[in-house]
């Protein structure tokens, strides 16, 4: 079965070397009628082959993708399993062709495709509530790039050892389901389960830089396999405005964030309830494969009980956006679909923290950390003496300390009063602590200026917010203006800094603060001992 498979892509390499030493030859006209000329000529051949090709990759398809279906399923789904499948008479036509990258070690090349097929494929369905389904999967209809990395090269024929197949992007799939002998619409929710770990299956295993290693001739091949090149550090903060999903109270939001989908590694915050702006504070790590294409997903959702979740929201980070070692804050606005954004309706927005670590040089990746930089409290702990990062040392680290804020002044608050002023004061305290420090009221002013410094001693850093909320003064009491929610990681890996914060819940208005940190770190196990 490989060989025929491992024959017929090194037909498509001869062709795609042909059509390259034409445009080195060639002007564009002429080129393009080598194009058509070699694709037509590749299509009639494949037309020819398909059958021997359908039955090796039918095969492939089976064995490599029913395990992956384990890892995808819902929970609405106990087990899917191929109980038939062929991909029919009609074979994909290429559009295209083209070769990226060519050395002694590989060749990289990409074709372009389009399927409208007849395949017979049957899943057996088994739900966690015992019934047993046969669903068909009719109607296929496939456009898209095919990357294939034909590595290494050697002196045999097909001339490369193995190749690794993969989806340049996200690509258009259509296709519908049926019952065989019964209704999709029997068991509610069950199409949506089952299109939807289809199309994660798809997406995440067979999309660049995903990839599967088909051996051809035998051998090892595990270095062409993607693997982890750093570690994303992630503190879910809390929601804000999002949008009510119930009738009677207030939703009852909670998060779940992935890389890649994974049941496995998907990670599910807490439900807080009745709360549409929901503090979390929760801690994640996630492994990193390629920072130059995956995401960070974050998707809220209304917790319904015993029925579906609700999606109130969703949102992505490219890790392409974040430097190793530094920390970066964002609010992300939650949209109805991250691929199609036609509803311009606000959902609310979430706060994150991310922190990206590169494993080391090893990896390919530079050391943000190496000796002539300066090095944060932080970094000094986790810092190892081969000049490595022990990112699985941040887990063992209390960073014990004090926390100094100085609260400057505070820009555009909006109007509390008849005579369009206010008499505004700061309170601040930490989320795990019960000390609270309250500056001076400044009176009649938006524009306030206090200029005044409290110090907190912080237990454990990492996994504490400062909270800082803004209040008016008043003769019979006080009236609530707007608050900052902020981590304290930033202020651990700079030492000190100065930054402008936008006050939540209000109209209007900006804090401007100043914090300095002086460490005091220890470990979990020193701290049992003492």
């Given at each position: 079965?490989?060989?025929?498979?491992?024959?017929?892509?090194?037909?498509?390499?001869?062709?795609?070397?042909?059509?390259?030493?034409?445009?080195?030859?060639?002007?564009?006209?002429?080129?393009?009628?080598?194009?058509?000329?070699?694709?037509?000529?590749?299509?009639?051949?494949?037309?020819?082959?398909?059958?021997?090709?359908?039955?090796?990759?039918?095969?492939?398809?089976?064995?490599?993708?029913?395990?992956?279906?384990?890892?995808?399923?819902?929970?609405?789904?106990?087990?899917?399993?191929?109980?038939?499948?062929?991909?029919?008479?009609?074979?994909?036509?290429?559009?295209?062709?083209?070769?990226?990258?060519?050395?002694?070690?590989?060749?990289?090349?990409?074709?372009?495709?389009?399927?409208?097929?007849?395949?017979?494929?049957?899943?057996?369905?088994?739900?966690?509530?015992?019934?047993?389904?046969?669903?068909?999967?009719?109607?296929?209809?496939?456009?898209?790039?095919?990357?294939?990395?034909?590595?290494?090269?050697?002196?045999?024929?097909?001339?490369?050892?193995?190749?690794?197949?993969?989806?340049?992007?996200?690509?258009?799939?259509?296709?519908?389901?049926?019952?065989?002998?019964?209704?999709?619409?029997?068991?509610?929710?069950?199409?949506?389960?089952?299109?939807?770990?289809i199309r994660d299956t798809i997406e995440d295993q067979l999309t660049w830089p995903n990839r599967i290693v088909v051996?051809?001739?035998?051998?090892?091949?595990?270095?062409?396999?993607?693997?982890?090149?750093?570690?994303?550090?992630?503190?879910?903060?809390?929601?804000?405005?999002?949008?009510?999903?119930?009738?009677?109270?207030?939703?009852?939001?909670?998060?779940?964030?992935?890389?890649?989908?994974?049941?496995?590694?998907?990670?599910?915050?807490?439900?807080?309830?009745?709360?549409?702006?929901?503090?979390?504070?929760?801690?994640?790590?996630?492994?990193?494969?390629?920072?130059?294409?995956?995401?960070?997903?974050?998707?809220?959702?209304?917790?319904?009980?015993?029925?579906?979740?609700?999606?109130?929201?969703?949102?992505?980070?490219?890790?392409?956006?974040?430097?190793?070692?530094?920390?970066?804050?964002?609010?992300?606005?939650?949209?109805?679909?991250?691929?199609?954004?036609?509803?311009?309706?606000?959902?609310?927005?979430?706060?994150?923290?991310?922190?990206?670590?590169?494993?080391?040089?090893?990896?390919?990746?530079?050391?943000?950390?190496?000796?002539?930089?300066?090095?944060?409290?932080?970094?000094?702990?986790?810092?190892?003496?081969?000049?490595?990062?022990?990112?699985?040392?941040?887990?063992?680290?209390?960073?014990?300390?004090?926390?100094?804020?100085?609260?400057?002044?505070?820009?555009?608050?909006?109007?509390?009063?008849?005579?369009?002023?206010?008499?505004?004061?700061?309170?601040?305290?930490?989320?795990?602590?019960?000390?609270?420090?309250?500056?001076?009221?400044?009176?009649?002013?938006?524009?306030?200026?206090?200029?005044?410094?409290?110090?907190?001693?912080?237990?454990?850093?990492?996994?504490?917010?400062?909270?800082?909320?803004?209040?008016?003064?008043?003769?019979?009491?006080?009236?609530?203006?707007?608050?900052?929610?902020?981590?304290?990681?930033?202020?651990?890996?700079?030492?000190?800094?100065?930054?402008?914060?936008?006050?939540?819940?209000?109209?209007?208005?900006?804090?401007?603060?100043?914090?300095?940190?002086?460490?005091?770190?220890?470990?979990?196990?020193?701290?049992?001992?003492?």
């Amino acid at each position: 079965m490989a060989f025929l498979l491992g024959a017929f892509l090194g037909l498509v390499l001869g062709v795609a070397v042909v059509m390259a030493f034409a445009r080195l030859e060639n002007t564009r006209a002429e080129q393009r009628r080598e194009l058509l000329v070699q694709l037509k000529w590749l299509n009639q051949e494949l037309v020819k082959i398909w059958p021997f090709v359908n039955e090796a990759a039918s095969e492939l398809i089976k064995t490599s993708v029913e395990p992956i279906f384990e890892q995808y399923k819902s929970f609405i789904l106990s087990s899917l399993h191929f109980s038939k499948l062929t991909l029919g008479t009609v074979a994909p036509q290429f559009t295209g062709v083209s070769i990226l990258d060519s050395d002694s070690s590989g060749i990289t090349m990409e074709l372009e495709l389009q399927w409208d097929g007849n395949p017979n494929i049957v899943l057996d369905i088994q739900t966690t509530l015992g019934i047993s389904l046969p669903v068909q999967v009719k109607n296929i209809g496939f456009t898209g790039v095919l990357r294939l990395v034909f590595k290494p090269l050697v002196a045999e024929l097909p001339c490369f050892g193995a190749v690794c197949c993969s989806l340049r992007e996200k690509s258009k799939v259509d296709f519908t389901l049926k019952v065989i002998g019964g209704e999709m619409t029997a068991i509610p929710g069950i199409s949506d389960a089952i299109e939807g770990t289809i199309r994660d299956t798809i997406e995440d295993q067979l999309t660049w830089p995903n990839r599967i290693v088909v051996p051809i001739v035998p051998g090892d091949y595990s270095d062409l396999e993607l693997k982890p090149v750093g570690l994303l550090e992630v503190k879910l903060v809390e929601a804000r405005d999002l949008t009510n999903k119930d009738l009677v109270g207030k939703s009852d939001p909670f998060a779940v964030l992935y890389i890649r989908p994974l049941q496995d590694k998907m990670k599910k915050s807490k439900t807080i309830n009745n709360d549409l702006n929901p503090i979390w504070n929760e801690h994640y790590e996630f492994v990193v494969e390629d920072t130059s294409t995956q995401r960070l997903t974050v998707k809220i959702y209304d917790d319904e009980g015993l029925q579906a979740s609700e999606l109130i929201g969703c949102a992505r980070v490219d890790l392409s956006d974040l430097q190793p070692g530094k920390v970066k804050e964002v609010w992300l606005d939650l949209v109805k679909d991250l691929e199609i954004q036609r509803d311009k309706k606000r959902r609310g927005q979430v706060h994150l923290e991310l922190l990206y670590y590169p494993f080391g040089k090893q990896e390919g990746v530079s050391n943000p950390f190496a000796d002539q930089i300066q090095l944060t409290s932080l970094e000094k702990v986790l810092k190892t003496e081969s000049n490595g990062f022990d990112v699985n040392q941040r887990k063992n680290v209390i960073m014990r300390g004090v926390l100094s804020v100085t609260v400057i002044s505070a820009e555009d608050l909006p109007p509390m009063d008849v005579m369009g002023k206010a008499d505004p004061f700061v309170v601040l305290y930490l989320k795990k602590g019960e000390t609270k420090k309250k500056t001076r009221v400044v009176t009649e002013t938006l524009n306030p200026i206090w200029n005044q410094t409290f110090d907190f001693v912080v237990e454990d850093a990492l996994h504490d917010l400062l909270m800082v909320e803004v209040w008016d003064h008043d003769t019979f009491g006080k009236d609530y203006i707007g608050r900052c929610i902020l981590t304290l990681t930033r202020v651990i890996l700079e030492g000190e800094f100065q930054d402008e914060f936008v006050l939540q819940g209000a109209k209007s208005g900006k804090l401007n603060l100043h914090f300095k940190w002086t460490p005091q770190p220890i470990y979990r196990d020193r701290d049992r001992d003492q």
